[in-house]
């Protein structure tokens, strides 16, 4: 029997950290963990530590270019990003993935909207008081030039549909702007370039019932008074105490800001970063409070966002840069590399930088892997994305580019395969809730319980420009009730957002079940 003991204390204290104390502190706290690392050699297929390796699948074609991926409550990956001939606008076509139907092109649906608004580098985030997608913002383009839109746009994720939201449009238009979902539900949207080449300090929150609102108090200094590349897709938190980070993407020393969304709001820099960064290379939530980022030279950092002061932890080095690189967190809450080039230089493009291998990096080891190589290169505007059956979909990269990649692969991770690389046994979730709440238990109905050793649960976001601010993984506690009946405790709001999240049961072997998909404190899906 597995009671709910676990992560007590430390949800407790979590919930005393005082919000305005971040003002008072010097310089985040940098601390360097000496592990035995498996060396990383360029190019070198290396096996996992249980002795298996996972694999690509072959090269399949896509209709549009997804510079921007997410999965949809229904289990469809929604992609857009460009024309169906992988160039530059995306004012009339998307594409809808049915995974259940395959890779192939029979499983994708070109569509389009007749919003005549180009959603080429915007952002997204779920509705949770309908379970559609918002996308905010997108390209103008006025006279040949990249500059913000203020357009919203809504997909019904029932008929696929794209049209104008009826909240009507943003105070200011944005372009590589980043949007999160906060724990209460609304929306806050942070950087972007507006008209006239301007770029966008002023944050924004959206609500489903108020509208847009601008934070006029909390204007981001690195963004106003620089132009040093801060305001593309800035790196947006919150921690497990309802607390907001801003962490500015480019160069050494990079701000770190608190920011509070009530009224006009307010911001105030509590540190800067210890290491240097591309606006091009990633950062991802890979577990509560801990922040996963790849510096310019291919140095793995972590950032503490619960403690006081802020400390960054440097980690393993994954043996060379990757520009334009995806993370992707797997079910089993190891971290997946994609993509990227060793050269930061002409927007990461240059294909003979290209990284083609896959990297695995398991935090509780802080070992990094390297597995095969995928096919093409996956350089600007290049995706990653786990799919619901712990696959990894990695897509993309173009526009512009060396190459006009309208295609994609998957990877199936080694828990997939035994040690002869043949297909296990996988265990099954055969009946669970389609929506949920932070504060209930709830009920899954699995194969056989005596298969279950983890459960843990993934918020996949949505995935652009070597970003996801919005996924998530922990682990959940559970109790057995009986052969096929498991009690779930879910976390609270600050730390499973509402959102759409996926779930898995683990075996004792480290194989997930394909997972349920759920909504967390959104309207009722009809999944």
């Not at 920011?259 to 911001?267: D, L, N, P, R, S």
């Not at 043996?319 to 334009?324: A, C, D, E, H, I």
């Not at 390297?370 to 990894?392: C, F």
């Not at 319980?449 to 998530?472: F, M, P, Y």
Request: charge should be negative; aromatic fraction near 8%; proline fraction near 5%.
């Amino acid at each position: 029997m597995k009671l709910f003991l676990r992560r007590i204390d430390a949800l407790v204290l979590s919930l005393f950290i005082p919000c305005t104390c971040y003002a008072k502190l010097g310089a985040p706290e940098v601390r360097t963990v000496e592990k035995n690392l498996l060396e990383v050699n360029d190019g070198a297929h290396r096996e996992l530590q249980s002795g298996r390796i996972g694999e690509w699948s072959e090269l399949y074609n896509m209709r549009v270019l997804p510079i921007h991926s997410m999965l949809l409550p229904d289990g469809c990956v929604l992609g857009y990003g460009t024309n169906a001939k992988g160039n530059q606008r995306a004012d009339l076509y998307y594409e809808v993935w049915d995974v259940s139907k395959g890779i192939h092109e029979e499983a994708r649906m070109l569509m389009e909207h007749q919003t005549k608004s180009d959603m080429f580098c915007s952002t997204l985030n779920m509705d949770i008081s309908t379970g559609n997608i918002i996308v905010f913002g997108g390209d103008l383009r006025d006279d040949g030039k990249n500059l913000g839109s203020k357009n919203v746009l809504e997909l019904d994720y029932q008929t696929h549909e794209i049209t104008h939201h009826s909240v009507g449009e943003m105070n200011y238009g944005r372009w590589y702007a980043t949007s999160i979902n906060l724990p209460n539900g609304d929306i806050l949207l942070v950087g972007g370039k507006g008209l006239k080449d301007k770029y966008i300090s002023m944050p924004e929150l959206w609500s489903a019932e108020d509208g847009f609102r601008v934070l006029t108090n909390a204007e981001i200094p690195a963004i106003a008074k620089s132009n040093d590349l801060h305001w593309w897709y800035p790196h947006v938190y919150v921690n497990s105490a309802g607390v907001i980070f801003i962490i500015m993407p480019h160069n050494r020393n990079a701000d770190i800001y608190h920011v509070q969304v009530e009224g006009k709001g307010e911001i105030e820099k509590i540190g800067e970063t210890p290491f240097k960064t591309d606006v091009l290379d990633p950062s991802i939530m890979y577990r509560p409070d801990e922040i996963l980022f790849l510096e310019s030279k291919g140095q793995l950092w972590t950032l503490d966002i619960s403690s006081n002061p802020l400390v960054f932890r440097k980690k393993a080095s994954i043996g060379r840069p990757r520009t334009n690189g995806s993370f992707a967190v797997l079910p089993d809450g190891r971290v997946v590399i994609t993509g990227g080039n060793r050269d930061s230089g002409n927007q990461g493009n240059n294909l003979g930088g290209a990284i083609y291998s896959v990297q695995v990096w398991d935090p509780e080891t802080d070992t990094v892997y390297t597995g095969e190589d995928q096919i093409k290169a996956r350089l600007y505007h290049s995706t990653s994305l786990v799919l619901p059956d712990g696959s990894v979909v990695s897509a993309g990269g173009g526009a512009p580019g060396p190459q006009t990649n309208l295609n994609g692969q998957i990877y199936y991770p080694d828990y997939l395969f035994n040690y002869n690389n043949n297909e296990v046994a996988r265990p099954k979730i055969t009946e669970c809730p389609s929506n949920i709440s932070n504060d209930k238990y709830f009920i899954i109905h699995v194969g056989s319980t005596s298969e279950v050793n983890r459960i843990t649960a993934s918020k996949s976001g949505a995935q652009t420009h070597s970003r996801n601010c919005d996924a998530r993984w922990l682990e959940l506690d559970f109790e057995i009730i009986d052969g096929i009946r498991i009690k779930v405790a879910p976390r609270n709001k600050n730390i499973m957002v509402p959102g759409l999240w996926m779930i898995n049961t683990i075996d004792n072997n480290g194989t997930p079940s394909h997972a349920c998909l759920f909504g967390v404190g959104t309207a009722e899906l009809k999944i």
